[in-house]
Nanobody, 115 residues
């Protein structure tokens, strides 16, 4: 059984930082395109960042320079370090792993940026 479990969300003030973690079981993340998505209230889910099996990383423009995705193959985990957070970063953040059109999602973790 495949599971992706996110953690690390919470309430943070504008300008603050959080690190999200995604722990995988049942699959090997290094063999998948692994990414972080987010969905704000009333909006569609969007890709934030992902990393391919060749370790190339993509970031959506709105988070470039503020967020860093990393993957620890020895722990089978992927992380999203978020800095300089803005209120518009408020959303539920999801971990996703995809290979050959088979995808897996985590349950999501809430990130709220508010003063």
């Amino acid at each position: 059984q495949v599971q992706l479990v996110e953690s690390g969300g919470g309430l943070v003030r504008p300008g603050g930082s959080l690190r999200l973690s995604c722990a995988a079981s049942g699959i090997t993340l290094s063999g998948h395109v692994t990414g972080w998505y987010r969905q704000a209230p009333g909006k569609e889910r969007e890709l934030v960042a992902d990393v391919g099996s060749d370790n190339s990383v993509y970031y959506v423009n709105s988070v470039k320079g503020r967020f860093t995705l990393s993957r620890d193959n020895s722990k089978n985990m992927v992380y999203l370090q978020m800095s300089s957070l803005k209120p518009e970063d408020t959303a539920v953040y999801y971990c996703r792993a995809n290979r050959q059109n088979v995808e897996y999602w985590g349950q999501g973790t809430q990130v709220t940026v508010s003063s």
